[in-house]
Structure formats: structure tokens, C-alpha cells
């Protein structure tokens, strides 16, 4: 099993290229389902997820082709012959966000088998709502033995559009929604839509397709179904988590020094967190597609709550707090999307931090230093939190189980090299 040994205490300085979006990539994926033409995707990171979702589409009949040789960023995805319309458990057990294919499965071909997604570290992770949302529609759905079977409903030969309001703002709920509502007969609305820009991109894609599409970036989706889609061309947008990851990468080392510049970056979907690090002492200076971080004293604690975007998101919560360990000044984190995401926290302390939680609330003093230690990644951005609190503790981390961070970042570790860490991943 990979491990991840950092020697902390060195500057970073250099550029960064920022990879594709994960959570834009996997609905994007997806939707090739919807037609039978080709499909091409640029920007597309090489990870795990990535990988694990065109096994998935894979087993179905899509034809997946990389056009240039050793360059995965650049797919072509072809549904035009799919035998198999399932899931299997498999392949859905290891990544929740297999329930996507639900939506353009059920839009498309009228029937679908996907296994339910177990839960995961973070939470239960239910997906009543993607449910709820596709019997409104018209949609026979049953769960057996561990799968939800759906069809059209009784006499239908398409999904209806319908009016639905989610109970919460759920990401994934809204993209298997819109995903299904594309190829529906008649007007659906999504009420309470997420505005998450990976949502946004995904719609921008499927408008691309044919579909018809108005409330784009809000929480109301108006979509009038068309009877076919077809192919297109897009570019997957930059990973705003990833490059968050690496701002607080910067901001953790303080008086070491950063000086970053990262590429490919989308800064105006990271509102709420460039305006926390700049809070944190961090500078921050952004272009269309770059952002320019530098630090060179120690950073101060920030407080904060995570909520729906463009509020601050729940998928940096763990990086922030791994710099607010060794901020100056006390903070107070209140996580309110998930039940348990606060796993990176008992490793932390095993670091030399001095963080207490009290329900879903974490209470942090900034101490003056961490310590190397050997600590355990127990989910993505969990793992995101302790590389980063290496960067800056004193002597020798070794971070394990990090096939965790594989699953949501791309070779994270030569990026961080490449810019003066001390770091390399090691059996
Ligand atoms: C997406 O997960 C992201 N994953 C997550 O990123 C992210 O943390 C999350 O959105 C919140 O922003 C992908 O996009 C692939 P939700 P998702 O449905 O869609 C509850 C990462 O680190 N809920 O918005 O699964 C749910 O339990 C990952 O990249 C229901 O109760 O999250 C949670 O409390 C982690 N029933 C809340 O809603 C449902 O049917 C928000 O969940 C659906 C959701």
C-alpha cells in the first residue's frame, strides 16, 4: 500500500498546473450516455475516480479512445452501442458517485440496474432524493438485493417532465436529475438546485448536446426535453478544490515562505475561499485563468462554516484546518453538509495540534509548531489535510493509505516536488 513520506519546512515556490475537476468530470462522463454520437472531452484529470467511472461506462458498451497517445486528458466516449445497462456493485462500491449513470441510463434507455452506493467515511451518503426525483418523473423504481431497478413507468416510452423541489441541495442529486429531465417529455423544474460550478458545467455540456436548458448557475433549472441529443466537444473545468488545496498549501508555511503561482485556475468559482486565506494573511493576486499566492509570516486562524456553494465548500474545510493548526489565534469550524467529516482532526493532533470538537463543530489553538509523525488518510480531502500539515511540521510525516488521495487528485505529490517540497511516495 503507497505511502507518502514528507520532510516539512521547505519554501514552496514555482508554478502549479491545476488539473481538470474531478466533480465535473464524473457527471460529464456520464452524459455521453445520452446520445449515440460522439462525445469528446479535453481537460479530463488522470485519476482514480476518473478511471474507476470509464470501467464503469465501459462494461455498459461505451467505447472510450484517447486520440493522442500517453495524453489522457483527451477522451472520445462513444454510447452508441450500449449491451448492458448496470452497475455492478463492484465498481459502484468503491465510488458513490457511480449513481450518476442512473439519470442518462433511465433517460435514454428506459431501464437501468445500478447497485446502491454504499455509504463512506464521510456520511450515509443516502440518494433518496435522486430517487424521489426520478418517480416524479415517471419512473418505475424498485430496490432489491442491493440495486435500484428502474424503468419507464407503466405505458410510458419516455420520463415525464415534472416539477420538483429536493428536500436539501444535493450536487449529485441535481446532475442525475438534469441528466434525466434532458430527454424527458415535456417541462421539468429543479427547484433548490445546487449552483455548484460543476453543475454549471455539466448543463453548459448537455446545452452543447441539444438540450434546452434555461436558470443555468441558479438553484431553478428549467429544462424542456428534446427527443435526441447529440455530440459535442468540451473542455472540463479547472478544480477549484485542487487549487484550494494548494492555496492552503502556501498559507500553511508561513514564515518559511511561498511564493505560487497556479495555472489553468478558475479563481471566480473560489470566492468564499480566496476570501478566507486572505483573511489568514495569505496574498492572493488572480487573473482569468491564474492565481498568484505568496506568504511570508505566520498565518492567523480564520473561522468559518461550510455550506452550499458559492458559500464556503465542505471539500476545503479539512485543508483549512490543517493551517489553522498552526495559525495564530484560536478558530471555530462548523461542518454542516456532512455527519462525520471531521476523521482528519484525530490525526492532526497526532501532528501537535490542539483541535476539540463539540458536535459538528471544531475548536482549534493555533500551536507554534507540528511535529512529523506517521498518520492515517481515512478519506480525499482528509488526506489533502495531513500532506499539507507535513509540508509544515518539523522532521519526518509519513502519511499511509493514500490511495484515498489518488482518487481525487493527480499525482499530487510531484506537483508539490516540482515546487520545492520535500516529499516522494514510497511502498
Ligand atoms: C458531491 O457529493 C461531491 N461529489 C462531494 O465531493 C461534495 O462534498 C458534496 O457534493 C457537497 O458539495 C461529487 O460531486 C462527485 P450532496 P454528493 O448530494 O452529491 C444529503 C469530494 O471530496 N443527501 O450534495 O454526494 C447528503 O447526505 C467529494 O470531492 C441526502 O440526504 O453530496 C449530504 O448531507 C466528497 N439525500 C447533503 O445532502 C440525497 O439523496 C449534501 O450531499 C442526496 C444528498
Not at 121 to 129: K, T
Not at 267 to 274: C, N
Not at 360 to 389: F, K, Q
Amino acid at each position: 500500500m503507497d505511502k507518502l513520506r514528507i520532510l516539512g519546512g521547505q519554501a514552496l515556490a514555482g508554478e502549479i498546473q491545476i488539473a481538470g475537476a474531478k466533480n465535473a468530470a464524473l457527471p460529464i462522463l456520464c452524459a455521453a450516455l445520452l446520445t449515440d454520437q460522439p462525445v469528446q472531452l479535453s481537460n479530463l484529470p488522470d485519476l482514480q475516480d476518473v478511471r474507476t467511472i470509464l470501467k464503469i461506462l465501459m462494461q455498459m458498451g461505451l467505447k472510450v479512445t484517447f486520440p493522442k497517445p500517453d495524453d489522457r486528458s483527451v477522451v472520445i466516449l462513444d454510447a452508441s452501442d450500449i449491451h448492458t445497462p448496470e452497475a455492478s456493485y463492484e465498481l459502484v462500491k468503491t465510488m458513490r458517485a457511480s449513481i450518476l449513470v442512473l439519470g442518462p441510463l433511465l433517460a435514454r434507455f428506459g431501464r437501468a440496474k445500478v447497485s446502491l452506493p454504499g455509504g463512506c467515511a464521510i456520511g450515509a451518503r443516502p440518494v433518496d432524493q435522486h430517487i424521489k426525483g426520478l418517480k416524479a418523473m415517471g419512473a418505475a423504481i424498485s430496490i432489491e438485493h442491493g440495486y435500484i431497478q428502474a424503468s419507464f413507468g407503466e405505458g410510458h416510452k419516455a420520463l415525464q417532465g415534472a416539477k420538483i423541489v429536493t428536500d436539501m441541495i444535493t450536487v449529485t442529486g441535481t446532475e442525475n436529475l438534469l441528466m434525466a429531465a434532458v430527454l424527458a417529455q415535456g417541462k421539468t423544474v429543479l427547484e433548490n438546485a445546487a449552483r455548484e460550478p460543476e453543475v454549471t458545467d455539466l448543463a453548459e455540456l448537455l446545452v452543447k448536446m441539444g438540450a434546452k436548458i434555461s436558470g443555468i448557475g441558479t438553484d431553478k433549472l428549467v429544462i424542456e426535453g428534446v427527443a435526441k441529443l447529440h455530440g459535442a466537444q468540451h473542455a472540463v473545468i479547472a478544480d477549484r478544490i485542487e487549487t484550494g488545496t494548494f492555496m492552503c498549501a502556501a498559507a500553511i508555511m508561513g514564515e518559511t515562505g511561498a511564493d505560487l503561482l497556479l495555472k489553468n485556475a478558475r479563481p471566480d468559482t473560489l470566492d468564499a475561499v480566496i476570501e478566507k486565506l486572505r483573511e489568514a494573511g495569505l496574498s492572493i493576486k488572480t487573473g482569468d485563468n491564474w492565481i498568484h499566492v505568496q506568504i511570508k509570516q505566520r498565518p492567523k486562524a480564520v473561522s468559518f462554516r461550510t455550506s452550499e456553494y458559492p458559500a464556503f465548500p465542505t471539500d476545503m474545510q479539512a485543508q483549512f484546518m490543517a493551517m489553522n493548526a498552526i495559525a495564530q489565534g484560536s478558530s471555530r469550524v462548523t461542518e454542516t453538509i456532512f455527519e462525520n467529516r471531521f476523521m482528519h482532526v484525530q490525526e492532526l493532533n497526532r501532528l501537535g495540534a490542539q483541535i476539540a470538537i463539540e458536535g459538528n463543530t471544531a475548536m482549534t489553538e493555533g500551536v507554534n509548531h507540528l511535529s512529523g509523525a506517521i498518520v492515517m488518510a481515512t478519506d480525499l480531502r482528509a488526506s489533502a489535510s495531513l500532506v499539507i500539515a507535513g509540508l509544515a511540521a518539523q522532521g519526518e510525516t509519513i502519511v499511509d493509505r493514500i490511495y484515498h488521495l489518488d482518487r481525487g487528485y493527480d499525482r499530487m505529490e510531484r506537483k508539490l516536488a516540482a515546487v520545492g517540497a520535500n516529499i516522494s511516495r514510497i511502498q
